[in-house]
């Protein structure tokens, strides 16, 4: 007797928690970070009195770090000074603005007064204005990861506008680099973006 075996069903896609809390003053959202403290779990971002808490999900961390492994490979093999910050807290109290990246990073040594480049995750629709949060935080560089295109936010005269290419790592193919995001194996991601990496003759 022959017997078949179905197939596993795919793993429903995950969604992010989201909450916007309305007319929360500024020393309300730093009583919150304070409360917070250095538990992850929740990132909050903060426009003109409107708070957002989102809590994100497995998919979109795995995105996240995927793409961030994939960017530090590319770093470390051109030689590039490239130094990590994760989700660190960015904020102005003057803008009223204030968020945390899914992911930042540094293009000189030491410790930096704010990042030179930050990067999202758009994974589930609605929520805050992130890139008018970043305009008043003066971030030069901004990529939104956006059903699996990567979009360059370059900052001039204090507006965004949409490029092609990053200014900070202008050589860096980001066409190719989305192309090798693939959550459910990062390792193997990283191990074949590298090979894309090498001279030929290697």
């Known amino acids: 007797m022959l017997t078949t075996m179905a197939a596993a069903p795919a793993a429903a896609r995950t969604e992010d928690q989201r909450v916007l809390l309305h007319d929360v003053s500024w020393a309300d959202f730093e009583l ?4 917070r403290g250095d538990h992850g779990g929740v990132r909050l971002a903060y426009l003109n009195g409107v708070l957002e808490l989102m809590s994100p999900s497995v998919d979109h961390e795995g995105v996240k770090k995927t793409l961030a492994r994939l960017l530090e490979a590319y770093a470390e093999q051109r030689g590039l ?3 990590g910050f994760g989700s ?5 109290a003057t803008r009223a603005r204030a968020l945390e990246p899914d992911e930042c990073y540094s293009l000189t040594a030491g410790r930096p007064s704010q990042p030179d480049l930050a990067i999202e995750v758009v994974w589930t629709s609605g929520g805050i204005d992130k890139l008018e949060i970043y305009r008043g935080l003066s971030i030069g560089d901004v990529w939104f990861w956006r059903e699996g295109v990567i979009e360059v936010h370059v900052l001039v005269d204090d507006r965004y506008e949409r490029r092609e290419r990053s200014v900070l790592l202008p050589d860096l193919d980001l066409v190719e680099l989305a192309r090798h995001i693939d959550p459910q194996n990062q390792t193997e991601s990283v191990r074949r973006y590298r090979q894309t990496l090498r001279p030929a003759s290697a």
């Open 32 to 35: 919150i970070l304070q409360i």
């Open 81 to 83: 000074c490239f130094n």
């Open 88 to 92: 660190w807290t960015l904020k102005r």
